[in-house]
Structures are given as C-alpha cells and as structure tokens.
C-alpha cells in the first residue's frame, strides 16, 4: 500500500509540568512529508521530535493548530500507522511470533492466517528459527528487527520512526538502516524518521527537517537529491553531494545543538 | 547432584537433627517440661494415634480435608475478586481516588475479628472460614493487582495502542500480563494468610477441621496435640506453595532470570 501525505500545521503543544509551570514543547511546527517521501526529523536533545511523532499517531492531541495524514485530520490513534519506538516496546510476555503477529490479531484476522503473515515477516528480517523466543533472550539490535517486523505486518501507509536505532552499537546500526531502506522501497510507505544523526538522516532520507531547540521549531527544510538507490548506507557517506550537503545542513543544525548544549551545561552548573 | 548440593544437604539434615535431637534430650533430661513445650516423640506417637485411631471429631484425613477446603476455596475466592477489583480500579483513576479512603478504612480494621461475625451470621459450617480465608486473601492480591495494574510500561502501551488494540485487548493482552508478576509474588504469602484465615475460623466455633483440633488439644492439656496439628498445618503449606512456585515458573516464563534465581539454578 502506498503511502499518504502527512500535514503538520501551526502545530503548538504544552504540557503542565509537575509543579504547575506551563512548558511549550513544540511551537508553530510546519511542515508536510508527500505521500511515500522518507523525511528525516533531525535536532538537539529536547527539541520536542517525540512530542512532534506522538502528536502524527494520534497518542496525543495537539494544544493548537492541526496534523492531517491523508487529508484525514488526526483524532485517536491513526488508522494505517506504524510506530517503531525509542525504547523497547515489545510486550516481554509474548514471544517472537506474538509480538510481530500482534497487529493483525487486533485488526481481527484469523489466528492462523496471522501466525502465518507473522512467521513470513520474521523470516524476512532475518529472524528464522527464533520465533518461540522472549524478548529477554535476544540481543538488542534482534529486538529492533523484531519491531520492525511488528510494524510493517499491518501494511502502514505511515510509518513513525522515533530514533529506532539510536540504542544500537555503529555496525548494527548501519545494517539495520540498509534493511529498512529496502523493506521501504518496496512498499513505498511516508515515513516520518527522528534522529539526531545527522548522517543517517542525509543517508536515508529524502527530506530533512532541522528543528531549534525548546520550544521546538522548524527551523529550515532541506530536500535531499541523492538519487536513488542509494545502496549501503555506509558508502553513500563519501559521497561528494552527501559530503556538501552534511556540511550545509550542519552549519544550520550546529547553532542550536550548541544553544541546547550551552543551555543545559549551565543547568548543570547552578 | 554436584558436591555443593550435597554439602548443603548434608548441613541441612545435620542442623535438623540438632534440632529435633536437642528437644528431645532437654524434655527428656527434664531441663525444660515437657508438659509445657511437648516433646518430639510425644508429637510423633500423638501423630500416629490421629491417623490410626481417628480423633474426637471424626478421622483425621477428615479434618485436613476439611481445613483444606476451607483455605483453598477461601483462596480461590479471594484471589479472583482481588485480582479483578484490583485491575478495575488500577485502570480507572476516578474510582479508585472515590474508593481509596474505604479501602484503608477496612484494611486497617483487624480483619481476624470479621471472623467472629462470620460465625454468628453463617453458622458453623465452612462458609464462615471460607470467608475469613478469603477476605485475609483478598487485601493482599487486591493491592498487588492495583499496583501491577499501574505500573504498565507506558511504552509498552502506546505500542500496543498503535498496532491498534482496543481497549479490551489492551487489558488482556497488557494489564493483565504486567499485573501478574505482582499478583504471583502476591499468591506466596496469600496461602499462608488462607490457612490463617480457616484455622482462626475453626477456632472460633467448627465441627470439623484443624484449627478444632488445636483448641481441643489445648483444652486438654495436650501440647503434643497441638504441635502435632501445626506440624501437619505447615506441611501442608508446604506443599501448596511448591505448586504456586510450579505455576509460576510456567506464567512467568517470559521473565529474565535475575541474577540471585541464576545463581541458584
């Protein structure tokens, strides 16, 4: 299935914090992925990129403004999306083929037929043989594929990325970029990816939005022209345009990393 | 069985024999009265004399099984209304804050007293026992349930709330499998405080069963008696917590193994 276009406009959100202050984590954020773009989400630490994908999946309504995903404004969680989290997400109490079948047993597909998908999905990330496993009894980069899987089973028209991989050592972390990128190619869905790597953002994605730091704000949108297919991401990384547009984007993102670094380096010191 | 195991073993049986030995010789030498503390052989023949020879109330298999009933039905009871009222009100915030001030109202009541009550109002059957039991049951599994009802990864949630689970799906296919490591660790003490609960029952005012026994015993000046009866009271816990300790291992299989249960497996 193909993917939609997500809208995201004037979009404001706060939150109460413990102690009663008002605290404005994203403000006036703009900004559209077209129907089957991979945009990258780059910016410092805090500058609301979760807050901005919780708002997309419809886990959490937005103070102003509107986010619309194929036209259709957000209201509860969003019908065709998939969400690979931050943290491990995987229910611990079920095993490798319940996990990734989860989805379609809560869409009401047959058992059989949902197993069936389910062990299809987990040979092709490479997890054959270890279906009747805990989460517990694999290894970190293992448990992403399984989310994977466990995302992609439903067929999303939108898939939300929240830093997937930013728990995992480089080399993991390179392969795993490579497979999505070639599970995404085939089926084409919008994906809305966060990161604060600036290299895998270029690497991967077709657009990148550099966002300032608290309250979160778009601060410019870069278009990435790497044609594709771009082939292993750590090679795309000598590449000449990919070396001019890291030094561009950088320029940009470096300010509010260092705002953001600045910022809590004297919170630290008082 | 490696040479550590049978070490420990070896130790074990030796410090019983301490024991057990050392009760004998000091009731026997007269150095502390049997008459107060009872004495092993004395418990051991007072056994065999229930088994071959029945007690004042029936046979003695009949009185365990009676005691029995009582705890595992006063169990069963409590543990499935506590598991229930404790995922209800961990999942809804408004009831839980209207019911909280009741809920330590009657937790701080001692509950043992409730049994008296239950006597005069439901005779002196089971029924009574089975509702001490389970009340005592209750309170534990209650707020173990709660606890593991809102403890749930929120990660773990919005996971599952994105592929698309309703709400009924989320309680079953979250809360309640979040909720049961508490509820399980919760089950341990839960038989003991059931026993608890049928013999106190017994004592009360019963037909039938241990905790009758015991008082009997007591009556009569019988200490052997009533040690013999507590004896058989922690065998047979004994023996329900090694099929909870079962249970567990299979429920709770999805768990990492923490580093003391490594240790000793």
């Known amino acids: 299935m193909a993917g939609t276009a997500i809208e995201i406009t004037d979009v404001t959100k706060r939150f109460l914090t413990p102690s009663g202050e008002v605290f404005t984590a994203i403000r006036d954020v703009t900004f559209t992925v077209e129907p089957g773009q991979f945009c990258a989400v780059v910016g410092p630490t805090g500058c609301g990129k979760s807050t901005t994908l919780s708002l997309v999946s419809g886990l959490d309504r937005p103070s102003e403004g509107t986010v619309a995903v194929g036209g259709q404004p957000v209201e509860g969680i969003t019908d065709g999306v998939g969400f690979m989290f931050q943290a491990d997400a995987l229910l611990p109490w079920k095993t490798v083929l319940q996990n990734v079948a989860l989805g379609l047993v809560f869409r009401k597909v047959g058992k059989k037929e949902a197993l069936e998908r389910a062990r299809d999905w987990i040979r092709r990330v490479g997890l054959a043989g270890f279906e009747d496993r805990y989460p517990h009894q694999l290894s970190g980069g293992m448990r992403k594929r399984v989310a994977m899987a466990a995302a992609w089973i439903t067929e999303p028209r939108v898939l939300l990325m929240d830093e997937p991989f930013g728990a995992l050592d480089v080399q993991t972390k390179a392969i795993m970029s490579t497979e999505l990128v070639q599970l995404w190619e085939a089926s084409r869905p919008s994906v809305l990816f966060i990161t604060h790597d600036l290299e895998e953002a270029i690497a991967l994605a077709d657009r990148v939005v550099v966002m300032t730091s608290s ?7 870069f278009d990435i022209d790497i044609p594709r297919p771009r082939g292993s991401v750590q090679e795309i990384r000598f590449g000449d345009r990919f070396l001019e547009l890291h030094h561009e984007i950088w ?3 470096r300010d509010e990393v260092e705002r953001a670094y600045a910022r809590t380096a ?4 008082a | 069985m490696n040479r550590r195991t049978s070490q420990v073993w070896g130790a074990r049986a030796a410090l019983a024999v301490l024991i057990i030995g050392g009760w004998q010789l000091a009731t026997s030498a007269g150095w502390v009265d049997k008459f107060f503390y009872a004495q092993p052989s ?9 088994f071959e020879n029945g ?12 005691t029995m009933q009582e705890a595992l039905y006063g169990f069963l009871l409590g543990t499935a209304v506590g598991i229930v009222v404790g995922v209800a009100l961990g999942l809804n915030r408004f009831l839980a804050q209207v019911l909280d001030p009741f809920i330590k109202v009657v937790n701080a009541i001692p509950r043992i007293v409730l049994g008296a009550i239950f006597v005069v109002a439901f005779g002196v059957g089971i029924t009574p026992k089975v509702l001490l039991a389970a009340v005592l049951v209750f309170f534990i599994v209650f707020f173990n349930a709660f ?9 773990v949630l919005n996971n599952a709330k994105v592929l698309g689970a309703s709400r009924w799906d989320v309680i079953r296919h979250v809360t309640l499998p979040s909720a049961m490591t508490w509820i399980i660790a919760s089950l341990h003490s839960a038989f003991g405080f059931a026993i608890v609960g049928a013999v106190v029952g ?4 019963a037909q039938h069963g241990l905790g009758l026994l015991i008082k009997s015993a007591q009556g009569n000046f019988d200490p052997d008696g009533v040690f013999a009866n507590m004896f058989v009271i922690a065998a047979l816990v004994l023996v329900v917590e090694f099929v909870i300790e079962r249970l567990e291992r299979r429920l709770l299989a999805w768990r990492p193994k923490t580093q003391a249960e490594s240790v000793l497996v």
Not at chain 1, 215 to 221: D, E, F, L, M
Not at chain 2, 55 to 66: C, H, R
Not at chain 2, 202 to 205: A, I
């Open chain 1, 215 to 221: 309250p979160g704000a778009v601060k410019q949108v």
């Open chain 1, 251 to 253: 320029a940009t993102l």
């Open chain 1, 266 to 269: 004297v919170g630290a010191a």
């Open chain 2, 42 to 50: 004395g418990i051991w023949n007072r056994l065999w004399d229930y």
């Open chain 2, 55 to 66: 007690t004042e109330f029936g046979s003695y298999p009949q009185q365990i099984q009676t």
């Open chain 2, 147 to 155: 606890q593991g009802a809102r403890e749930v990864d929120r990660n």
């Open chain 2, 202 to 205: 017994e004592v009360l005012g």
